[in-house]
């Protein structure tokens, strides 16, 4: 009798066996999770958001532009809408040369979708503000950067040293400079939560917002308007300089933005070969054939002064008075 006890010391050394309550909830809170994020992938909640999230489109275009008749307006030169006294930029021949092949190339630099988005927002403010059609504004930001991938876009100067910035503008002709003419532009217009290369200080020619809303500006001031005619070749004519560079900037610029507005706006496009002839038989023309007379003018008379006709000889050998 004295070991009945024992069975009961021994088994106070067995370790007891874990409760099993804990491990099914934990069992079933875990299968519910996985359910759960099971459903939300299924659903694109989780991990779908970027994929899924609205992508950016391109502002509405306000007029649809018609193809010019040849020489059925000539260019408007000097119109200001804002009484705006806007500087002509006056490139060297140099940098014409320069600016003549970079134009050349601007279309065809490959430029992403996802890229373009940041710029849609800016670009319909700067419309609305200014009442500037967007597609002469985002052509003018293609032959400036090819939208703002050129090297050097976003610090320092041009090779000319003189522009800067998505839309290339001149920060050391005036005084005052086109820029400083300009710069506060983006006060009249409401900022965009976020875009890229926003500034820390304001205004900046590195700042997409600030410089396209002063390029809209100075277009407005120079004639631009909703439509792509004669007032919008004019401006465009003026945002680069009057000489023959400025010609074929301007044939350009607005050829690709009535193709744009034609045809829907299209990021490597290049320009419709008809369009541009259009463009420039109607409005290109002839200001080169006035800007080519001008320039045999300015030959004619310095070779007058270089080379003056001898004077007439009396018989005697000596010269005869001027009259």
């Keep these: ?91 060297s021949a140099a940098q014409q040369s320069a600016d003549a092949r970079r134009f050349a190339g601007s279309s065809q630099a490959q430029i992403a979708t996802r890229w373009m988005e940041g710029f849609y927002p800016i670009y319909a403010i700067a419309q609305e503000t200014f009442a500037v059609n ?6 003018i930001h293609l032959q400036e950067s090819a939208f703002s991938t050129a090297p050097g876009t976003y610090r320092g100067l041009n090779f000319a040293h003189c522009c800067g910035g998505p839309m290339q503008f001149n920060v050391t002709n005036g005084p005052p400079s086109t820029w400083q003419l300009v710069s506060d532009s983006y006060r009249y217009g409401r900022r965009p939560a976020a875009y ?48 023959l560079t400025g010609v074929t900037y301007a044939d350009q610029v607005l050829a690709r933005a009535i193709g744009w507005s034609q ?26 054939a006035q800007l080519e007379a001008e320039e045999r003018a300015v030959a004619r008379a310095r070779r007058a002064r270089e080379h003056p006709p001898p004077r007439p000889r009396t018989a005697g050998g000596r010269h005869t008075p001027a009259a």
């Design 134 to 139: 967007w597609l002469l504004l985002a052509s």
């Design 263 to 288: 045809h829907g706006f299209c990021i490597n496009c290049g320009i419709e070969v008809r369009l541009l002839e259009a463009v420039h038989a109607a409005y290109g023309a002839p200001v080169l």
């Design 1 to 91: 009798m004295a070991l009945a006890p024992a069975p009961a010391r021994l088994e106070a050394h067995v370790p007891s066996p874990p409760a099993e309550r804990a491990p099914w909830l934990l069992a079933i809170a875990l299968g519910t999770l996985g359910v759960l994020a099971l459903v939300g992938a299924l659903s694109g909640v989780i991990g779908g958001g970027a994929a899924r999230a609205p992508a950016a489109s391109p502002p509405p275009v306000p007029l649809a532009a018609e193809l010019p008749a040849p020489a059925a307006l000539a260019p408007v030169a000097g119109q200001r809408a804002h009484g705006l006294a806007v500087i002509v930029g006056r490139p």
């Design 196 to 243: 890229d290369h926003m500034t820390a200080a304001h205004p900046s020619i590195y700042d997409d917002f600030d410089s396209i809303m002063a390029a809209a500006r100075l277009l407005s001031a120079d004639g631009a308007e909703y439509r792509l005619d004669n007032r919008a070749w004019d401006a465009a004519y003026d945002y680069y300089g009057h000489d």
